[in-house]
């Protein structure tokens, strides 16, 4: 699946990736709803640095639409909240 993490770029991420991404998405779900910002900088963290991990950077001359959108590092919590869906950033 292709994952765009917002000023970065596109991933190419394993779909066997799906479980774990779903599982630190959950955390950064539980962080916004809580409004827990210190819970919600660390789940936010941990997502990107997984999706960097287990992603390869996508050829910069082939364009494909990303699959699923990552926020950047930076993002707020307010940014975060308008990217959720009922399914949070990762449906599954």
Do not use: C, W, Y
Request: charged share 30%; glycine share 6%.
């Amino acid at each position: 699946m292709i994952v765009r993490i917002l000023g970065e770029g596109q991933l190419e991420v394993p779909d066997a990736a799906s479980a774990e991404l779903n599982e630190l998405d959950s955390k950064l779900e539980a962080a916004v709803e809580a409004d827990d910002e210190a819970g919600f900088r660390s789940a936010l963290t941990d997502l990107l640095a997984r999706v960097r991990e287990v992603g390869v950077p996508a050829a910069h001359d082939v364009l494909k639409p990303s699959e699923l959108i990552v926020p950047q590092p930076d993002a707020t919590m307010a940014e975060v909240r308008k990217l959720l869906t009922d399914e949070g950033l990762i449906p599954g």
